[in-house]
């Protein structure tokens, strides 16, 4: 079925995009979201290179997953090297060797989820540094300034974050404008609107007459895009849905919907039918060091004893080097996974098994990157395949194989899944 949307284009600030596919049922949609270094195929997860390396693997490798824009981290980049080294050096992408794209959070968040000693005025974010105890002042124009000097193609405004399960409707509300005050301070610092671009973000807790009113306001300063923020603290999954939901209904359709610290599969798939198309998240790469490994059946922990003798691919079928096997090599199943049993440039598989990884877990730093290279590769991998099925037409028989994947019965399904998806046409329960 061909899809539902014909090709619209908008170009705004340093970026393109192109929408190319909406689903006729839900709200998902296919993008081409073109940014200075390249084009970057929606929806997207992205992966988090917090202090310009993703943990564990070199920037080549993360290309070979087709990444083709990550995460950096705002706050440490601005400790270590420090902006006078980012300066000098031109940037984040010429630091890490990375040539695509690159999108940096304001630095705000770690001020207040890391730092313990950290004030919120008018002003800025005050805190104390964690190397030697010097206060500090990060302020709307400071976040900008570090931000040019990173380089990123996408940056992201200062706001005022507020944990969305704080009773404080007065604080909530406090946070809400300021972060819309903010914004127009970041606006009118941005040196290099050019070439990097400035997405907002929209505050207001799971108060969703807050986020209207914030959206609203967002949207009228006109930024290249657009960041729903303050989600994944601990909320239940029901209300963080209905922000998203609520927010996407609002936003103009012509421009990218970036949800902020989504990771987890279900999340992703669910997000992407309420409108949203892009997604960040610490978790496929932080609990690859833990040794689980994410598949389309669930999570293996593979530090468990029952895969001490488990020979098979981390999961049978992955096309991520890890599980894809050499030339010539018979997997679990018996089948040569290659023609004629020929190497080829194209495609050096490693053939991991299962077993490998438990007796590296703990003790080698090889598993955990191993593991990263496979989880990184499954999420980019499962968006790839959320783009098809959208373009096809087809999302929402695409979503009921997901979840019947993923769970061994429809009694297993997620409350707070099943009602999102029946708010966007899609009955998981059918047949």
């Known amino acids: 079925?061909?899809?539902?949307?014909?090709?619209?284009?908008?170009?705004?600030?340093?970026?393109?995009?192109?929408?190319?596919?909406?689903?006729?049922?839900?709200?998902?949609?296919?993008?081409?979201?073109?940014?200075?270094?390249?084009?970057?195929?929606?929806?997207?997860?992205?992966?988090?290179?917090?202090?310009?390396?993703?943990?564990?693997?070199?920037?080549?490798?993360?290309?070979?997953?087709?990444?083709?824009?990550?995460?950096?981290?705002?706050?440490?980049?601005?400790?270590?090297?420090?902006?006078?080294?980012?300066?000098?050096?031109?940037?984040?992408?010429?630091?890490?060797?990375?040539?695509?794209?690159?999108?940096?959070?304001?630095?705000?968040?770690?001020?207040?989820?890391?730092?313990?000693?950290?004030?919120?005025?008018?002003?800025?974010?005050?805190?104390?540094?964690?190397?030697?105890?010097?206060?500090?002042?990060?302020?709307?124009?400071?976040?900008?300034?570090?931000?040019?000097?990173?380089?990123?193609?996408?940056?992201?405004?200062?706001?005022?974050?507020?944990?969305?399960?704080?009773?404080?409707?007065?604080?909530?509300?406090?946070?809400?404008?300021?972060?819309?005050?903010?914004?127009?301070?970041?606006?009118?610092?941005?040196?290099?609107?050019?070439?990097?671009?400035?997405?907002?973000?929209?505050?207001?807790?799971?108060?969703?007459?807050?986020?209207?009113?914030?959206?609203?306001?967002?949207?009228?300063?006109?930024?290249?895009?657009?960041?729903i923020g303050g989600l994944s603290g601990g909320e239940a999954k029901a209300d963080y849905c209905a922000v998203v939901a609520t927010c996407t209904e609002l936003l103009p359709a012509l421009k990218p919907r970036y949800v902020m610290g989504i990771g987890y599969p279900e999340d992703l798939v669910v997000s992407v039918a309420l409108g949203a198309d892009m997604f960040d998240c610490v978790w496929p790469t932080r609990t690859a060091r833990f040794g689980n490994a994410i598949t389309a059946r669930g999570m293996l922990k593979l530090k468990n004893s029952e895969y001490a003798n488990d020979f098979g691919a981390i999961e049978e079928g992955c096309g991520c080097i890890c599980c894809r096997q050499p030339p010539g090599q018979v997997s679990a199943r018996g089948n040569d996974t290659h023609e004629n049993g020929k190497p080829t440039a194209e495609d050096p598989g490693l053939g991991v098994t299962r077993a490998m990884i438990h007796h590296n877990v703990g003790k080698e730093t090889v598993a955990a990157h191993l593991l990263t290279l496979h989880n990184v590769w499954y999420q980019l991998n499962l968006m790839r395949q959320v783009r098809e099925a959208i373009i096809a037409d087809r999302y929402p028989a695409f979503l009921r194989d997901f979840f019947e994947n993923l769970y061994a019965s429809k009694e297993e399904y997620p409350d707070w899944a099943v009602g999102a998806l029946r708010g966007v046409g899609v009955d998981l329960m059918a047949g």
């Open 1 to 227: 079925m061909a899809s539902a949307t014909a090709t619209a284009t908008a170009t705004h600030g340093a970026l393109t995009f192109e929408l190319v596919g909406k689903c006729s049922t839900t709200r998902a949609r296919a993008s081409v979201l073109t940014l200075p270094h390249g084009p970057v195929h929606l929806p997207l997860f992205m992966p988090v290179a917090t202090q310009a390396s993703l943990k564990g693997i070199t920037p080549e490798q993360l290309e070979q997953t087709g990444c083709r824009l990550c995460l950096n981290n705002t706050y440490h980049l601005g400790l270590k090297p420090g902006q006078e080294v980012l300066d000098a050096i031109g940037g984040a992408h010429k630091l890490q060797g990375w040539k695509h794209n690159i999108l940096t959070d304001s630095g705000g968040f770690q001020m207040v989820s890391l730092l313990k000693l950290a004030t919120v005025t008018e002003e800025g974010v005050r805190f104390l540094s964690p190397h030697d105890g010097t206060p500090m002042l990060l302020t709307p124009e400071h976040s900008m300034s570090l931000q040019n000097s990173i380089g990123s193609d996408i940056m992201m405004q200062l706001d005022d974050v507020i944990v969305t399960t704080s009773p404080d409707t007065a604080r909530m509300h406090e946070a809400m404008t300021r972060s819309v005050r903010w914004l127009d301070r970041c606006i009118a610092a941005h040196r290099n609107p050019t070439t990097q671009n400035l997405f907002c973000i929209i505050q207001g807790g799971l108060d969703l007459a807050m986020r209207r009113e914030c959206t609203r306001a967002m949207v009228e300063r006109d930024t290249p895009g657009i960041a």
